[in-house]
């Protein structure tokens, strides 16, 4: 049985990702978006840690581990992109 204050976390964290993701489709500035995505990274791993929390399994703490190298990485790369216009020298 879940506990209440996982529920509260579970809320919380869904509520950001649905903000986050208004803020990607309405954002006029690309470096908006790139933090919005970022933020959507981040709060995609709390997600997948909470949900292992209430199953007890540890295979979504290595799939948050996966998304968060991803996370880093796509986000070094938009970044490049904007300053440089290209990703690979």
């Known amino acids: 049985m879940i506990e209440t204050a996982a529920v509260f976390a579970f809320v919380c964290f869904a509520l950001g990702l649905v903000m986050n993701l208004w803020k990607i489709v309405s954002a006029k500035d690309v470096a908006d978006r790139i933090l919005a995505l970022d933020t959507m990274f981040i709060n995609a791993i709390a997600l997948l840690v909470l949900y292992g929390m209430a199953l007890g399994s540890n295979i ?30």
């Open 60 to 89: 979504f703490f290595e799939a948050a581990m996966i998304i968060a190298m991803l996370g880093f990485v796509s986000t070094v790369a938009y970044a490049r992109f904007i300053l440089r216009g290209n990703i690979i020298e």
